[in-house]
């Protein structure tokens, strides 16, 4: 059964680890503070910018 992983494992990448819990935690503190839109918006912002700068596969 080919599930189109490298390893046939689902393991998230801890790239994208990092990405998301990085991104969420700061989505989230920004919300707190400035609001719902604001946090979600800068949440992405950060999850983008992590994307870009963080090595690893890409594609």
Do not use: E, Q
Request: glycine share 18%; with cysteine; proline share 5%.
């Amino acid at each position: 059964m080919d599930d189109n992983s490298p390893n046939g494992s689902d393991k998230l990448p801890s790239r994208w680890v990092m990405i998301l819990s990085v991104s969420t935690a700061v989505g989230i503190g920004t919300g707190l503070v400035g609001g719902l839109i604001a946090g979600v918006g800068l949440g992405f912002v950060c999850a983008g910018f992590l994307h870009t700068v963080l090595p690893g596969d890409k594609r």
